[in-house]
């Protein structure tokens, strides 16, 4: 029986995460979502492709902005709806070590979104913001199983086919999701965790 393209994307996220929890004892878990004000006909007007220049841009820009000092990774999802447009759900990996505000980092990121990356157009939402029942942003520490077992599931929902691009897509290189690159194994260097 074939896989489904969710169920591999799951599968996939879930090694990203594994890997990145190899390499960090603690992640600093930010989900914010990325979107775009209505003009005065209650309408956004952005494009899909005007939507992915912002979403390069900001993934450019992090290597010489302040703001995003300590990522190590991310996963962001792009979709599209009547009522919201395009817009994205982000969810950056920083090293928790280095980086323990997961709000004030929420909406540094966001403010830098709206001024920065759309010259005023966007908006945004922090999540870490919100208190979830099954909470899967914040600190993640490599021994809270729990809280990785309910971040995989959130990931489960980024992977989705649901609110799909498919419909205002133009160019067969358009990605729904974006990823960071696998991060390298640190080998046996260092102190051994105790499981």
């Avoid at 390499?23 to 209650?42: A, H």
């Avoid at 809270?144 to 971040?151: A, D, Y």
């Avoid at 989705?160 to 067969?172: C, D, G, H, L, R």
């Amino acid at each position: 029986m074939a896989i489904s393209k969710d169920k591999r994307r799951q599968v996939s996220n879930e090694k990203y995460l594994d890997a990145l929890q190899d390499r960090y004892s603690k992640l600093c878990v930010v989900r914010v979502d990325f979107g775009y004000k209505k003009d005065e006909n209650n309408e956004v007007n952005v494009t899909l492709e005007e939507a992915n220049k912002h979403i390069d841009k900001l993934l450019n820009n992090r290597r010489n902005n302040s703001i995003f000092k300590d990522n190590v990774g991310y996963v962001i999802k792009t979709e599209y709806t009547e009522d919201k447009g395009v817009h994205n759900h982000a969810v950056l990996f920083f090293d928790g070590n280095k980086v323990q505000n997961d709000k004030y980092k929420g909406n540094q990121i966001g403010e830098y979104w709206v001024d920065n990356i759309t010259n005023g157009n966007g908006s945004y939402h922090n999540c870490n913001r919100n208190d979830y029942k099954d909470n899967a942003i914040g600190m993640l520490d490599y021994k809270n199983v729990e809280m990785r077992k309910n971040l995989d599931n959130a990931m489960a929902y980024l992977v989705k086919e649901e609110q799909s691009i498919k419909a205002i897509k133009e160019n067969e290189k358009d990605r729904a999701i974006r990823r960071g690159t696998m991060p390298k194994s640190k080998g046996n260097v260092g102190r051994p965790r105790n499981q």
